[in-house]
């Protein structure tokens, strides 16, 4: 009888052995994936950046200045200064590199378009948000506007 028990523990112990392994493994990627999204932010410090809310807004360009960490997990987030708008954000949506074409093509898209593409990937559903008081972007063509001359004053 005690050899069955004993049995039953040592297979006790080693299924906790094996759960702490892979929250361990689990931990270590997320880890992992904050030190490449960091080190994917370090590229673009100093450098011209796009940003695509994931709101019914205009794209926003600017310059990537440093890096922050928010949340209790500590995740890295660039801190961007808008050269549009003047002042510091933190873009909590995608960030791209900026090329003239990407901006062109991304600030073609009505908002909800841009999301559909970039955020709902892997959704088959519409998207379909609506404008908010906030959040009344300015027609594509006037923004561009504003965007080449934002960037050719910064020079």
Not at 39 to 63: A, D, R
Not at 81 to 96: Q, Y
Not at 132 to 149: C, G, L
């Amino acid at each position: 009888m005690f050899d069955f028990l004993n049995v039953k523990k040592r297979i006790s112990n080693a299924e906790n052995k094996i759960l702490k392994l892979w929250e361990k493994e689990k931990e270590d990627k997320k880890e992992e994936i904050k030190r490449l999204k960091e080190f994917g932010f370090q590229e673009m410090i100093g450098k011209l950046v796009i940003c695509i809310p994931n709101e019914i807004e205009n794209v926003t360009v600017g310059i990537a200045t440093e890096i922050t960490h928010i949340t209790k997990a500590q995740e890295p987030c660039l801190v961007v200064f808008d050269l549009v708008r003047k002042k510091e954000i933190i873009p909590l949506g995608k960030v791209f590199a900026y090329t003239e074409q990407k901006f062109n093509a991304l600030n073609k898209l009505e908002p909800n378009e841009r999301i559909a593409i970039i955020y709902n990937v892997d959704d088959y559903g519409h998207v379909d948000k609506e404008k908010t008081k906030n959040e009344t972007p300015i027609p594509s063509d006037e923004w561009a506007e504003k965007v080449k001359e934002a960037i050719d004053n910064r020079k």
